[in-house]
């Protein structure tokens, strides 16, 4: 199946330090994106411990479409239209299970979890001509970067891991906290329903501008009751003059670095609700080896966001999937790293971390992109503004070679709007094989 549609021009709504409000507004560029972007680049569709046996699946989506992403006997992961090329109903209808085939309920049509149609009832009455071969599902592209597995639609893109570029070195760094160390989804997610548009949430994930002024209650409560220099409190006052950074990743990938604020990440937490209890179990475990492992209890001071969905923050996921032009889902996912010389006791602690910034700081996030929803409704004011230190000079060519700048530099917007512009104008390159 190939898919062209004719290509618009965009670049009159996106300038040097500003973007056009309809960008967020208008259903027509929605209904665009989620074709061009979602699948038109390597777009995160799942994460391996998510589906660990063989036969194992998961549904999903990507822009509109439904997906069953899969891994077949041998362990190779695909990604798959759920979509019967029967009648174009729905094949797959739960979130998750074991299965070597989909049958289709409508007329029983089954294809197997590669995509392969391998049988139809009373398949004589087709006739001669008819070719099993040639209506199997339609298939995505797929590759994964330890762990986390994307699809694409396009075939002129570069493999995977060349496409993430810096931010394979990246996911290596926050990854490689706790050396052999597996990385698991934990079953649950922290689900949010967001009455705004999908872009608020990217543009917020690199945005080290608001965390002072958005999250103010809860980090003067914290620093009122736990002192200076706990958890984000490095976010308060001029943060230029701080330590953090924000990085151009390439091909729309963006980074926060907060790690030269935090010298140990367990001293400077904010206080859990009975973590002494944890923290005794894992230094009579550990040793010597415990200060190293309740540091990896908390946030890495990492904001990675990988375009155009996928979000790592601290040591948690964010999956962000698009509803409509004014309705984004937000999907956080706590993480477990699971190694025979990590105690359980880490990880009951990480979960417990969903608990934190999820429960007190995402509602004021939250609070504010719907709100920001309906100001962009205003016809009569046009811009977005997006160029915070474009003309300072305080941008440098930073570590592994990218584009840097202080922590209040919207750089992170305008290398978003760049990717974007890029795939949005490259028309669908869709191939669904």
């Known amino acids: 199946m190939s898919i062209q549609t004719s290509s618009p021009h965009f670049d009159h709504l996106i300038e040097a330090g500003r973007v056009h409000r309809t960008l967020y507004t208008d259903g027509d560029i929605f209904d665009l994106e989620m074709s061009r972007i979602f699948g038109g680049t390597w777009t995160f569709l799942a994460h391996a411990s998510e589906l660990p046996k063989p036969n194992d699946f998961v549904r999903k989506r990507l822009g509109k479409r439904p997906v069953i992403v899969t891994r077949d006997r041998d362990g190779n992961f695909h990604g798959l239209l759920n979509r019967c090329t029967h009648r174009g109903a729905t094949i797959c209808r739960h979130d998750e299970g074991n299965a070597r085939r989909f049958t289709c309920p409508y007329h029983n049509w089954s294809f197997t979890n590669t995509g392969d149609l391998a049988a139809v009832p009373i398949e004589d009455g087709y006739g001669p001509a008819f070719d099993k071969q040639e209506l199997g599902l339609g298939k995505l592209r797929v590759e994964s970067y330890r762990g986390f597995i994307f699809g694409t639609f396009n075939t002129e893109l570069p493999d995977l891991k060349t496409h993430l570029g810096p931010s394979a070195a990246l996911l290596d760094e926050w990854l490689d906290r706790?050396?052999?160390?597996?990385?698991?989804?934990?079953?649950?997610?922290?689900?949010?329903?967001?009455?705004?548009?999908?872009?608020?949430?990217?543009?917020?994930?690199?945005?080290?501008?608001?965390?002072?002024?958005?999250?103010?209650?809860?980090?003067?409560?914290?620093?009122?009751?736990?002192?200076?220099?706990?958890?984000?409190?490095?976010?308060?006052?001029?943060?230029?003059?701080?330590?953090?950074?924000?990085?151009?990743?390439?091909?729309?990938?963006?980074?926060?670095?907060?790690?030269?604020?935090?010298?140990?990440?367990?001293?400077?937490?904010?206080?859990?609700?009975?973590?002494?209890?944890?923290?005794?179990?894992?230094?009579?475990?550990?040793?010597?080896?415990?200060?190293?492992?309740?540091?990896?209890?908390?946030?890495?001071?990492?904001?990675?966001?990988?375009?155009?969905?996928?979000?790592?923050?601290?040591?948690?996921?964010?999956?962000?999937?698009?509803?409509?032009?004014?309705?984004?889902?937000?999907?956080?996912?706590?993480?477990?790293?699971?190694?025979?010389?990590?105690?359980?006791?880490?990880?009951?602690?990480?979960?417990?971390?969903?608990?934190?910034?999820?429960?007190?700081?995402?509602?004021?996030?939250?609070?504010?992109?719907?709100?920001?929803?309906?100001?962009?409704?205003?016809?009569?004011?046009?811009?977005?503004?997006?160029?915070?230190?474009?003309?300072?000079?305080?941008?440098?060519?930073?570590?592994?070679?990218?584009?840097?700048?202080?922590?209040?530099?919207?750089?992170?917007?305008?290398?978003?709007?760049?990717?974007?512009?890029?795939?949005?104008?490259?028309?669908?390159?869709?191939?669904?094989?």
């Open 178 to 433: 706790w050396p052999g160390a597996e990385l698991q989804l934990r079953r649950g997610q922290t689900k949010f329903s967001c009455a705004g548009n999908w872009k608020l949430i990217y543009d917020n994930a690199a945005d080290g501008y608001h965390p002072g002024y958005s999250h103010a209650s809860l980090l003067r409560m914290r620093k009122d009751r736990y002192g200076g220099g706990v958890d984000m409190q490095w976010a308060l006052g001029n943060v230029d003059e701080g330590l953090q950074t924000v990085s151009d990743c390439g091909n729309g990938g963006t980074f926060i670095d907060q790690r030269a604020e935090i010298k140990r990440f367990w001293d400077q937490s904010a206080p859990m609700p009975g973590e002494s209890a944890y923290e005794r179990v894992i230094k009579e475990k550990l040793g010597d080896k415990a200060d190293a492992a309740l540091d990896v209890v908390m946030g890495s001071g990492m904001n990675l966001n990988i375009f155009p969905n996928l979000l790592i923050i601290g040591n948690q996921i964010q999956v962000i999937e698009p509803q409509s032009v004014n309705k984004t889902h937000i999907n956080w996912y706590a993480t477990a790293l699971v190694a025979d010389d990590l105690p359980d006791e880490v990880n009951s602690l990480r979960m417990r971390l969903q608990e934190d910034f999820p429960s007190f700081g995402e509602p004021d996030d939250l609070a504010n992109f719907e709100e920001c929803q309906i100001g962009l409704e205003i016809e009569e004011v046009e811009w977005v503004q997006t160029g915070r230190h474009l003309d300072t000079g305080k941008e440098y060519i930073g570590a592994k070679g990218m584009l840097s700048g202080p922590v209040s530099d919207e750089l992170p917007l305008r290398v978003f709007w760049k990717e974007w512009l890029k795939r949005i104008e490259q028309g669908n390159l869709g191939v669904a094989k």
